[in-house]
Structure formats: C-alpha cells, structure tokens
C-alpha cells in the first residue's frame, strides 16, 4: 500500500482533503446579530448508481470516491457477492452516473426479475437481503486493547478533515492497531461505510484485523453493514439502539459506544477487550476538537 | 384538536411519550473503568409499508404512529398525491406492516408499472420524483419572529422526551408562531418528518403558518421534504449542506440553521425575519438540556 503525505499524519492510506475545491463551497448567511457571514459548507450531489444495465438508486454525497461508493454500495447491500468478477467501473462527472459492470448476470439482477414479477418492485428487498447473509457470519476473535481505542480517537478528532473545516458531515474509520488507515467522510453516515468497503474490495485487503470507527449511531443498520464486511470491532462516540446492541451479540461483533474522552461504552465482546490504559491518565477531549452535534 | 395534559408543556398536541414500556429497553453495557452499567435505550424496529397491494419499502423505526408513518412517507415520496383518497390504514403489529389503501389504483402505481417494464425496478426514480413537484412549489411568505425562534428552541429543549431519556435519536417538532404543536422522535430523521406530514394529512392541517424545527441537518433531501409539505420555515440545530441553502433559496423556504442558545444563522429568507428579540438577552443554553452529539 502506498502512503500519501498527510504531515503530521504520515500513516493514512487514506485521509480526508478539507482543502479540495469541489468538496466545500462559501455559502452567505446572516448570524443572529444581522452581520453577513461567509461559511465554509460541504456540497451534496446526485450519483446514480448503475449494475450493468441496471439503475439501482441514487445516493446523496459528497462525490468523493464515487468508484469506492458504487462498489460498496452493491457489496453491502448485497448485489455483488463472493466470487462476482468486477470487469470495470465507469465514472461519469458530468452525467454524475457511476456504472459497475460484472462478468455476465450477477445474482441479484436474476433476483431482482422474480422479485419484478411477483410483486412489481424490490425496494423494499433490500433490508432483507441484509439479515439473510447475517447468519452465515462467523466474525473472527480480535483483541481489542482500550490503549489503541484511546490513541485512535484522539488521533481521528485531530486529523484535519471536512468537519473541522465546515461541519454537517459524518466520518468513518477503517483502523489497524492504533493505526488509522482510511478516514472517509461524508453527507450520509452510510455513504462514508459504503466507501470503505468499496476500497477494501479493490485493494482486497482483510477485514478480520480491523476496526471500524464512525462518528454516527450504532443503529441495526450500522451493525449489520460492519459484520457483513467482516470487521470484528465496531466503535463510536455516539449512542445506540436496543437492537444494535442484540445483533453485535448475535454475529459476536465487539461494539463500543459513547466514546469521548476518558469514557466509553463497551456493549458486546467485552470478554475481547484487554484493558491495558488508566481512563484516569486519559484526557478529556478540548472544546476545539470536540464534536458538535451541530456535525452530525 | 384535543389537547394532551402534559403538565408543564399544555399546548402540544402530541408531545414524546418517554415513558412509554415500548420504546425503550434496559440494556447493559460495561463502562471505562469495567463497571457493570445498565442504560435506557431506544427500541428500533422494521416496519413495511404497503401502498395497496404494492410493498414499497421496509423503514427502521421506534415504533410510535405507524400509521402517520406510512402516510407521510408515501405522501413525502409522491406516492401519494393531492385528490388520492385513503380508504383505510392497517397497521398489524405482529407482521409489523402497514398498508395504506386508496380508491382504485394509484398514479404511482400505474406509474411504478410503466417504470417496470423499461428497467426492472424503480428504487432509483424516488429522488428523481421528489425534485420534480418542486418547481410548482410557491411557499406563502411567512414572517418568522426571532422571538418566537428563541422561545420554541427553549420549550423544545426542555420538554421531556425519548433524546433526555435514552439519547441517539433525532427530533422533529411542527411549529405555530411559539408555539410547538407536534414533536416527533425517530431513529431516522426523516421518519419523524414523516410522521408529522401523516399526521397534517390526516388531520387537515394547513402547513401555511407553519414552522418546521429540526435537530438534524439541513440537507437537500430535508430542505425538499418540507417545502413539499408546503411549511414556509424550516430551523435546525444542526448544519446544513451547499445544496440545502440553494433549494431553499429558490422555493422562497426561510432556512436557519446552528440554532443554539442565542446564536443562529440564517441562509434564505432574511427578509422574513422580524428580529424582535435582543439575542444578547437570551441565555445559553444549560449543560443538562445542550444536545450531545451522542444524539445524532
């Protein structure tokens, strides 16, 4: 893997790009005093994502990485599967498509055309094509040890990024170790997995030394997208759902919520993590670095 | 309208009900020192809508107004259009669905057909809809006093809720001059939009001299949905995106967004707002009722 030159932060294979042009615009607005005052905002864009021949919906992002969006999109949602050869992705800026093209048919297109007959449409499919391959996941034992836990939060709040820089937008983190590697970011929190897993797919890389860390909620929907990546660790400063909780102790995801400074939660895999840091010698997080949920 | 007793908040119309047995669970978790810690979390639950014999999508929810539910969110999709009339909404908890029945079939039915046979599906027409109605939307000019802005932030702050008592949820209230009238809460920041728009719907409720206040973003979908729903105003905590403040500047929609404490900023519709208020006479808010990120 090669490394890009991110300064103080020379470890990212990935990190955001706050300073690049198409990703932020100066908007003007009026504060509560009535001056005129020129914010720095992220853009939000149309991309429609193609299999083959196939439209499959339009998502609302940042357009960032449109590639790694498609394809783990289709992966997490589970039209692409094992063994389905991506022949090329097509990228067009000005029609804002994204087009993924497999060897022949993939499974989900044949799917999709009984679905088709028998009720009309599948949208609402989706989500139970998600829980179908859940119980197949066997996610892999990983040690978690709270020093890295600690080290990764403070070195992601710090990076520089797109929320720093204009807020009113979600990151997520693929981590090694204390290593952060891919540090994605954008307008939906699901947008910001998807191409994670898109670019895990590319680069094949393994899953089952990771971490996932994400600035949003540990819904269901969060947890079942991390297990079905394959990824044994799950961790958050924000809350969760009941039934987040239920299926991380299900598949035997270690999850960890409301992490901020010293404190965390750990809701399932506590018996994976190794308790190697003092919460008492860990500092608070300064109000700088703080997020706002203004950012979420 | 009939009024809900809710002690110190009398006017709402339907106000949270944090003490409902089902939509929060006990769950246990275990702390950053290892102490075994039970914490009230919020239920999240699949519910499929069916506009007649059309399943249309399953929505993760907490649960409360199905009903509302799927009609709001088949009216904010276009599914549902002016002149439709619903015979009849069945919600089956068991099945945890909900069909919402028309007279004959639908245009969005005719027109999911059609869709159909040239594609094979039609998740990817839904953004497309959306932003088709919206050249027809002329949004009544509505003056927004900063007083009344000032006034809903605190009420709504304080009224108790499912966010004071479980956190990681968002909150949608439906606004009359100071007045908050409908607060909604969901996993999903647009279910509780959608649960507001069902309930006008049902209830015949006029959008004119309607505010709209939300702890989410203000993104474009968010800006959409409301001038759709024909609410002249719409106020949030929280950011918003480049493309939400271009929308809401071309329906005429007054957009304020980072509205906390004293502070606010307003995007479109400054010459709409009466600035009544002295904001340097409104105290911040207090640390018990700030919004945490953990929320959102």
């Known amino acids: 893997m090669q490394l890009a030159d991110q300064g103080d932060f020379p470890d990212y294979v990935i990190a955001p790009d706050p300073g690049a042009a198409r990703l932020t615009r100066a908007v003007e607005g009026v504060d509560q005093h009535g001056r005129v005052t020129a914010i720095s905002v992220v853009e939000e864009r149309p991309l429609t994502i193609f299999l083959n021949g196939q439209e499959i919906v339009t998502a609302m992002t940042i357009g960032d990485y449109p590639e790694y969006l ?62 179908e391959g859940l ?4 996610l892999p034992d990983l040690t978690v040890k709270t020093s890295d836990l600690y080290a990764l939060a403070h070195a992601i709040n710090r990076t520089p990024s797109l929320y720093l820089e ?6 997520t983190v693929l ?24 670019w895990m797919l590319s680069e094949q890389v393994s899953a089952t030394d990771k971490l996932l860390y994400t600035t949003g909620r540990l819904t269901s929907e969060m947890v079942i997208k991390t297990a ?7 961790a958050s400063r924000s809350g969760f759902t009941a ?11 270690t999850l960890i919520g409301r ?6 939660m750990c809701l399932s895999g506590e018996d994976r993590l190794l308790r190697d840091a003092d919460p008492d010698a860990v500092q608070d997080e300064d109000r700088k670095h703080r997020r706002r949920s203004a950012a979420l």
């Open 70 to 131: 498609a394809l783990g999109f289709l992966r997490n949602q589970g039209m692409l599967r094992n063994g389905e050869v991506v022949k090329g992705i097509d990228y067009d800026e000005d029609l804002e498509t994204v087009v993924v093209r497999t060897d022949g048919q993939t499974s989900y297109e044949e799917k999709l055309k009984k679905k088709t007959r028998t009720s009309g449409c599948a949208v609402g499919t989706v989500f139970g094509d998600m829980m």
């Open 135 to 138: 119980e197949d996941v066997r």
């Open 166 to 171: 204009a807020g009113a937008i979600h990151g």
């Open 175 to 198: 981590c090694q170790g204390a290593r952060p590697l891919v540090y994605m970011e954008d307008v939906g929190r699901h947008n910001a997995v998807d191409k994670i897993a898109g």
């Open 228 to 234: 079905l990546m394959g990824i044994p660790a799950l």
């Open 243 to 253: 039934w987040g909780v239920e299926i991380a102790r299900e598949v035997g995801l």
């Open 259 to 264: 992490m901020r400074g010293k404190r965390f």
